[in-house]
């Protein structure tokens, strides 16, 4: 029985033959006999009839419109030629349920007009023996499946209409989940492309300071020159830590396993990046003001890659004799940030809003970190020589 409902399911047209066959045969049958007892119907216009009403089921889904046409010219033939109705005439009332269903709008505007007119036409040309009252009974009792037929064929090309839609917005809603999870992953990257520029800038330019001082000093004092190899050396393995966590994601497009991967730096690694920077020989005065408390992941992490680039600058831009003080300051609504350094100072173009220094991101990665958790930042020279980076960060981003 299964296989016999996928077979007629996909096969419609093959369905409709059937039916076809077997209404032509049965209209033959009832038609001949009646037409041998009225005396009125010949044969010879019976028979071609019935064939085109049979061919209005057999080919009613491929073309609903013609099929249409063909059953009103047909029945308008049986009222000019007087051949009366038959079994065959059940095709008009397919008709006008397909062309409901599954027509063009105009097609079902007139399909409607057609089964609410075929009645009374045919009453009207082969009236009931009877009182008028009881020929329009009649007319009206037979126009009564036209209507349902039609408003049947309505109400699923309705339903039809309204699970397309339902498709086109599953899709439509399909792709821009895509889309967003694609800007997600630009976003991502662009992340961590800033991410990666902080740790080679800040670590390679630790290396390059404790490089040259160590040969500066290697004839003179080996035990400071050895001091600094081991900071290089560290300095070296921190930065190929960070890159391998960085690049991994980039290569592979997401996480792998949590444990796989260096936590993000917080604020209490500050204090440790400005152990490294005294470490490398650039003096640095750290303070903390107000009530150190947890702060949201984003804020932390832009508060540390602010100090980070702020010091790489100095160590870049201050010159040999620069000293650096950073002071944080818990606020009730946010995290203030300064960085101050007494050296020569930056090029003229770091200091211009989305400016860089010419080899790298400069302003432009802390404006983009301090926009994207709401925050305000200001940098530019400072009165009587040196640079300044003023930042605030609330703990709520603005709406």
Same mark, same amino acid.
Request: charged residues 10%; hydrophobic residues 55%.
């Given at each position: 029985m299964q296989r016999l409902y996928d077979f007629l399911r996909r096969n419609p047209t093959g369905v409709d033959t059937f039916w076809a066959v077997f209404l032509f045969g049965?209209?033959?049958?009832?038609?001949? #006999?009646?037409?041998?007892? %009225?005396?009125?119907?010949?044969? *010879? !216009?019976? =028979?071609?009839?019935?064939?085109?009403?049979?061919?209005?089921?057999?080919?009613?889904?491929?073309?609903?419109?013609?099929?249409?046409?063909?059953?009103?010219?047909?029945?308008?033939?049986?009222?000019?030629?007087?051949?009366?109705?038959?079994?065959?005439?059940?095709?008009?009332?397919?008709?006008?349920?397909?062309? #409901?269903?599954?027509?063009? %709008?105009?097609?079902?505007?007139? *399909? !409607?007009? =057609?089964?609410?007119?075929?009645?009374?036409?045919?009453?009207?040309?082969?009236?009931?023996?009877g009182s008028a009252l009881g020929n329009a009974a009649k007319a009206i009792f037979l126009t009564v499946p036209f209507a349902l037929a039609w408003v049947l064929g309505d109400s699923i090309r309705t339903r039809r209409a309204y699970f397309a839609q339902l498709e086109e917005r599953a899709t439509r809603l399909e792709k821009e989940r895509e889309a967003q999870a694609k800007v997600a992953v630009a976003a991502e990257r662009a992340r961590i492309a800033r991410e990666l520029h902080d740790v080679v800038a800040h670590n390679v330019s630790v290396m390059v300071v404790q490089a040259d001082g160590a040969a500066y000093v290697l004839d003179a004092a080996p035990d400071q020159a050895k001091k600094a190899l081991e900071t290089i050396s560290s300095t070296g393995r921190q930065a190929l830590a960070e890159m391998r966590r960085l690049l991994g994601v980039l290569r592979t497009g997401e996480h792998q396993e949590v444990g796989e991967y260096v936590p993000q730096p917080d604020v209490e690694q500050i204090d440790d990046l400005v152990d490294q920077c005294r470490t490398s020989g650039l003096p640095v005065d750290f303070k903390v003001e107000g009530t150190p408390r947890p702060l949201p992941s984003g804020v932390e992490l832009t508060a540390y890659r602010i100090v980070q680039e702020a010091l790489t600058n100095t160590r870049k831009h201050g010159g040999p004799n620069a000293g650096a003080s950073v002071r944080l300051v818990y606020f009730d609504d946010g995290l203030g940030l300064l960085v101050e350094d007494d050296g020569k100072g930056a090029p003229h173009e770091l200091y211009e809003e989305g400016g860089t220094d010419g080899q790298g991101h400069g302003l432009i990665g802390m404006r983009e970190r301090v926009g994207m958790v709401g925050g305000t930042l200001d940098a530019g020279p400072r009165p009587g020589g040196g640079f300044r980076i003023s930042a605030l960060l609330p703990l709520k981003p603005a709406h």
């Open positions: 049965i209209s033959l049958l009832s038609g001949t #006999a009646s037409s041998a007892e %009225r005396g009125t119907d010949s044969p *010879a !216009l019976i =028979v071609p009839i019935t064939f085109l009403l049979c061919l209005v089921i057999a080919l009613r889904r491929r073309m609903p419109e013609q099929m249409l046409v063909l059953s009103v010219v047909i029945g308008l033939t049986q009222l000019a030629l007087n051949v009366q109705t038959m079994a065959a005439d059940f095709a008009m009332l397919v008709i006008v349920y397909t062309v #409901a269903a599954t027509g063009s %709008r105009w097609a079902s505007r007139l *399909a !409607l007009a =057609v089964g609410l007119c075929a009645a009374p036409m045919a009453q009207t040309r082969w009236p009931l023996d």
